[in-house]
């Protein structure tokens, strides 16, 4: 299985202060067609978990342009360019280049 | 609306049976695959396996490959989650999510909104 591996485990973050989450896979998330099968998820409590980014750098529908994602084969960051007290949440990265899916153990940002 | 609505909320004991849904509407059901994903209590997320509503084409995580039964009825647009002899172990949230793209480059970009299950005697 591909292990991910998120640092750090947590982050208190000021408002409007940046805040970047790595992403690490044991082995790389480029397929032969070209596309890197990386994705960035964001849990809000008690809520189900939405789509941030896909494909490494890919801002979904509706997500703010502070979101960006970066990165390549088993390196990745999400980064908020300024936080705003919506972002709290748990991140997590995502893998689905390979059966089984595999997920990062998670990202909690919390406010100062 | 585009949605994803999952059954409610159980209460089971261990040995009990049990069969989740999630419905889905405002597109077209057998066209996405759709994906099942555990949350145990304050741990993270676990994708457990995906089925093709369409002919019911179904992707196991071994973690859960024959702890548990992934269906669909197309006809009704509801996929399932299923178990023939609950665990406390099972305690958990369950989530459906639709899936864009697979076996090609795809996100999960609709949820449910989650089941909770408790086993406990």
């Known amino acids: 299985d591909i292990v991910m591996t998120q640092t750090p485990v947590s982050l208190s973050v000021t408002p409007g202060q940046p805040a970047s989450i790595s992403c690490k896979s044991s082995e790389s998330l480029l397929d032969s067609d070209g596309k890197t099968y990386l994705y960035w998820y964001l849990q809000k409590p008690g809520q189900p978990p939405q789509l941030l980014i896909y494909e490494v750098s890919n801002r979904f529908s509706g997500v703010p342009d502070r979101f960006s994602g970066s990165g390549s084969g088993t390196d990745f960051t999400l980064k908020i360019n300024r936080v705003e007290a919506e972002d709290v949440g748990i991140y997590y990265c995502m893998q689905s280049l390979q059966l089984p899916w595999t997920l990062g153990q998670g990202t909690k940002v919390e406010i100062k | 609306e585009v949605q994803l609505v999952q059954s409610g909320a159980e209460v089971k004991k261990p040995g009990e049976s049990l069969k989740i849904s999630c419905k889905g509407s405002g597109y077209s059901f057998t066209s996405y695959w759709i994906g099942w994903v555990r949350q145990m209590p304050g741990k993270g997320l676990e994708w457990m396996g995906i089925i093709y509503p369409g002919d019911s084409n179904i992707r196991y995580s071994p973690s859960f490959q024959g702890q548990v039964t992934i269906s669909a009825d197309k006809s009704i647009g509801t996929a399932y989650l299923q178990w023939n002899s609950l665990k406390a172990s099972d305690t958990a949230i369950f989530y459906c999510?639709?899936?864009?793209?697979?076996?090609?480059?795809?996100?999960?970009?609709?949820w449910g909104q989650g089941t909770k299950v408790t086993v406990s005697s």
């Open positions: 999510a639709r899936h864009t793209g697979y076996p090609s480059s795809g996100a999960f970009d609709l």
